[in-house]
């Protein structure tokens, strides 16, 4: 179902539930954004989702200096489910986080997992700025939903607590097949996480430790060596293409 657009409505996240007639109070910030940023007024549209009650057309009332409502008007699109896969990574720098944040939501990811490894170079994820730039990319997207964020967690606690039936795809310079569309067609159908390792790859016993585990694919990104982040965009997209939502056009939960 394709979306319906009030004219420039910006689209706002909220956490409060939204229904026929409710309205709802802004944080500071937000009316900071749509009063001081984009210079909306009082009556002006805006489109509001909460990831559970659909996408909405509301209109900007009691608008003061730092704090503001909007009244719901009409349901645009009824709620429907994220797709079912989450993106896990090593954590890298703070400015290319916040891309892998923005670019995995974009990408359909609805939950974002930082998985610490033995090449992890990060000193610490602030779980606050991740999930602030995924929301961020979901009210640019257009999808009504924005994903989890997990704690920060090592490979082998993620191993131990991961869904035995959702097929673990992780980028594998040695997979032992070098395309990857190739290796993904063979993959059953079902809940994916995709994980990327670090800058430096996963180690030897890193990798062995992937390889013994059940239900995971290791796939190859090509002849050239990516950068995390640029790997992630790279194996989100090819698992999207040939298991996800990309495949004959379907919407995927937007």
């Not at 990319?137 to 994903?147: D, N, S, T, Y």
């Amino acid at each position: 179902m394709k979306p319906q657009r009030a004219d420039r409505a910006p689209r706002v996240y909220v956490e409060a539930p939204l229904a026929d007639g409710a309205s709802v109070a802004f944080a500071p910030d937000t009316v900071h954004y749509l009063a001081n940023v984009l210079r909306r007024v009082e009556g002006d549209p805006v489109i509001l989702f909460n990831g559970r009650d659909g996408e909405w057309r509301a209109e900007l009332a009691n608008l003061r200096k730092k704090a503001a409502e909007a009244r719901l008007v009409e349901q645009l699109r009824p709620q429907a489910p994220a797709p079912d896969l989450h993106y896990c990574f090593a954590p890298i720098k703070r400015a290319r986080v916040d891309y892998i944040a923005q670019k995995a939501t974009e990408l359909g990811a609805a939950r974002l997992v930082p998985v610490i490894t033995h090449h992890t170079n990060a000193e610490r994820v602030k779980t606050e700025r991740l999930r602030a730039n995924a929301v961020e990319a979901a009210e640019q997207c257009g999808i009504c939903w924005a994903p989890e964020v997990e704690e920060p967690v090592s490979l082998s606690m993620f191993l131990k607590g991961r869904e035995a039936g959702r097929l673990l795809v992780f980028c594998d310079e040695a997979a032992p097949v070098a395309d990857p569309i190739a290796a993904l067609r063979g993959a059953p159908a079902g809940p994916i996480a995709v994980l990327v390792g670090p800058e430096g790859g996963f180690s030897g016993e890193e990798r062995a430790l992937l390889l013994r585990q059940e239900n995971v694919l290791p796939i190859s990104l090509g002849p050239r060596v990516m950068r995390a982040d640029t790997a992630g965009v790279a194996a989100l997209a090819l698992v999207q293409a040939v298991l996800g939502d990309w495949r004959n056009g379907a919407a995927g939960g937007t």
